[in-house]
């Protein structure tokens, strides 16, 4: 039998964010949220990244916790310093009253975390896992250039060629997770046609949002903004296809 697990995950607690996964659930679809605890209790500079972004208030991330929604931690000031992990990640237990903090997974600030022996044992006794972006060591020119294809005639193919190899190994270094960022010109069916691809291989897919917007929104034009009708044709996708979808720490239990 065909099947898929697919991972909605959304970075930064940026305010459109909350509207977007209440969108999902009602679609049945399973998400997780990476909060930069700093941006959202306002201790870090409203300057910094994402500097035109509001973010959710700590009521609304406590509301979609008991809504089901996974919270995982992004940093306090979104960068991959240890100590500030280990920051947001308190704070965000404290937020939750989660009584063990390393049973919060982690989302890599801008994606870059290294794998190295160093970094996987500090995951390990602090966190459930660490998600990074698609590519544990950056894109060769060809792939950035097919990648950058993709993008400019939204080609189904090119973006697989692109990212069909960190689905195939998103479960290889764990507890670090591979995901594939959804940006402003990927199109709905690039995004399907590699769920499809997930289906045929049996494979796991997390698929990394930052802002879901109307077209018309000041953000739009925005590289990490996708836009709300292409958002919610995927999910019905999802749902008339009977895609699976898991939240990144259940996808990761899995396959334990």
Same mark, same amino acid.
Request: charged letters at 25%; aromatic letters at 10%.
């Given at each position: ?6 991972? #909605? ?39 910094? #990244? ?13 509301? *979609? ?5 996974? +919270? ?5 000031? $979104? ?12 704070? *965000? ?41 698609? #590519?544990?060591?950056? *894109? ?47 199109? =709905? ?8 691809? =997930? ?5 796991? =897919?997390?698929? =990394? ?14 590289? #990490? ?8 044709? *995927?999910?019905?996708? +999802?749902?008339? $296809? ?15």
């Amino acid at each position: 039998m065909e099947t898929a697990r697919i991972t #909605f995950s959304f970075d930064d607690a940026r305010e459109d964010s909350y509207n977007a996964i209440k969108i999902a659930q009602n679609y049945g679809i399973s998400c997780t949220l990476n909060v930069t605890a700093g941006y959202v209790d306002g201790s870090y500079p409203t300057v910094a #990244f994402p500097p035109h972004m509001k973010t959710m208030t700590k009521e609304q991330v406590v509301d *979609l916790y008991n809504s089901g929604v996974e +919270i995982a931690c992004h940093g306090d000031d $979104h960068n991959n310093d240890k100590s500030n992990l280990i920051k947001g990640r308190d704070k *965000l237990a404290n937020w939750l009253s989660i009584e063990v903090p390393a049973n919060l997974g982690i989302a890599s600030p801008h994606s870059k975390y290294k794998i190295n022996s160093d970094n996987i044992e500090f995951v390990n006794q602090n966190f459930a896992y660490m998600r990074i972006g698609g #590519f544990v060591n950056g *894109l060769s020119f060809k792939d950035r250039l097919i990648q950058k294809m993709a993008r400019i005639c939204g080609s189904r193919n090119l973006f697989l060629a692109v990212y069909k190899k960190t689905v195939d190994e998103t479960e290889k270094d764990y507890p670090i997770i591979r995901s594939v960022p959804v940006l402003r010109d990927n199109t =709905c069916g690039q995004i399907e046609k590699l769920i499809r691809f =997930c289906q045929k291989k049996n494979r796991w =897919c997390v698929l =990394c949002f930052h802002s879901i917007v109307e077209k018309d929104s000041l953000y739009a034009s925005d590289n #990490f903004s996708w836009s709300m009708d292409k958002f919610v044709s *995927l999910c019905g996708f +999802i749902k008339n $296809h009977g895609i699976v979808t898991v939240t990144t720490k259940d996808g990761i239990n899995s396959f334990k």
